[in-house]
C-alpha cells in the first residue's frame, strides 16, 4: 500500500502524460508510453525486469524482481528507485527490452527515451553514488559467446554525481587483440539541467553507402552534440558491431561501485532518487 507521503510526492511531482513524438522521415516500430495504474509493474510483453546483485562493477545494490523498486506512476511514467533497508542494503531496479533492434541497411534508427534525474549539482551528498542510465547493449552479449564489450555497448544517457548534470555518450567496443576501448572524449560531454525531463537519443545512420561516412549521433533535446563516424573508428569489422548489429534497450539506477563511488550516510532513498521515463521509442527511417 502507498503512503499518504508517497502519493502526496507522486502528485507534485507528476508530469503531464507524455505521447510518443513523430519524428519527420521516421516511423515508430517499438514503444513504450507507460501508461498504466499506479503501481503497476511494466509491461512484460516488451520488458523483463532483471533479478540479480550484478558483480562486474562493484555494485552495492541487488536489482529485484517486484514492483517496490520499478513500477508505473498511474500519469504515464515509470519509476526506478533505489531504495535502502534498515540494515543499509540497497535495492534497485532494472529492465531490458525483450525485442531487439537493427539499423535498416541503407537507412537510419533512433533509440529515444524522456527522462528525469535528480539534480546533482545541487546538494552532492544527497546523490553520492547513484548511477542512473538509458543504454544499449548488441544483442549477442544475451549469449556466452560475446562477453563484454566485445559485442558492442551505447552509453546515451550515464550520469554519475561527480559528473554533476552532465552526460558523456560513450561507446564501448574490442579491439582484435582483445584490448577494451572506451570512445567519448571532450566532445562527448554535454550540459542539461537537473531535476527536468530531457529527451536523450542515438541515431545511428546508414544512409551513406560509404561505410566510413556513416554515424552513430547522440542528441540531447533534439540537438546533436557528439557523433561518431566510421572513419573516426577506422575499422570496418568493429564499426559492424557498433553500427550494423542489434540492440536491445536497458534502463536501470545502478547504486555504488568503481564507477561513481559509494553511496553515503546523506545519499536519499526512494522518489527522490529515482529516474523517472515518460517514454521509450524506437524509429526507422521510412
Not at 508517497?6 to 508530469?15: M, P, R, V, Y
Amino acid at each position: 500500500m502507498f503512503k499518504l507521503s508517497t502519493l502526496l510526492l507522486l502528485a507534485t511531482a507528476a508530469a503531464v502524460h507524455a505521447a510518443i513524438p513523430s519524428l519527420s522521415g521516421y516511423s515508430v516500430v517499438w514503444s513504450d508510453d507507460f501508461n498504466g495504474a499506479q503501481g503497476t509493474g511494466v509491461d512484460t510483453s516488451k520488458w523483463v525486469q532483471i533479478a540479480k546483485h550484478p558483480t562486474d562493477n562493484g555494485e552495492l545494490e541487488t536489482y529485484t524482481a517486484g514492483t517496490g523498486n520499478v513500477h508505473l506512476s498511474g500519469d504515464g511514467q515509470l519509476y526506478i528507485i533505489p531504495t535502502k533497508d534498515s540494515s543499509g542494503n540497497w535495492d534497485s531496479g532494472r529492465i531490458e527490452s525483450n525485442a531487439e533492434f537493427t539499423a535498416p541497411t541503407g537507412g537510419a534508427m533512433i533509440f529515444q527515451a524522456e527522462l528525469w534525474v535528480p539534480d546533482f549539482a545541487g546538494d552532492p551528498a544527497t546523490t553520492l553514488g547513484l548511477w542512473p542510465a538509458f543504454w544499449a547493449l548488441g544483442n549477442r552479449q544475451r549469449s556466452s559467446d560475446c562477453p563484454w564489450p566485445k559485442c558492442g555497448e551505447w552509453d546515451i544517457f550515464e550520469t554519475i554525481p561527480s559528473l554533476e548534470n552532465n552526460n558523456v555518450a560513450t561507446l564501448h567496443y574490442q579491439l582484435e587483440d582483445g584490448t577494451d576501448v572506451t570512445l567519448n572524449g571532450p566532445g562527448a560531454k554535454v550540459a542539461y539541467s537537473g531535476n527536468a525531463y530531457h529527451t536523450w537519443a542515438i541515431k545511428v545512420d546508414l544512409r551513406n553507402s560509404d561505410w566510413t561516412q556513416q554515424t552513430i549521433s547522440f542528441w540531447l533535446d533534439g540537438t546533436n552534440y557528439h557523433s561518431v563516424s566510421g572513419a573516426d573508428i577506422n575499422d570496418q569489422d568493429i564499426w559492424s558491431t557498433l553500427a550494423w548489429s542489434d540492440y536491445y534497450i536497458i534502463l536501470n539506477v545502478a547504486v555504488g561501485g568503481g564507477y561513481p563511488g559509494n553511496p553515503g550516510s546523506q545519499t536519499v532513498s526512494g522518489y527522490a532518487s529515482s529516474m523517472r521515463v515518460e517514454y521509450v521509442a524506437v524509429y526507422q527511417t521510412d
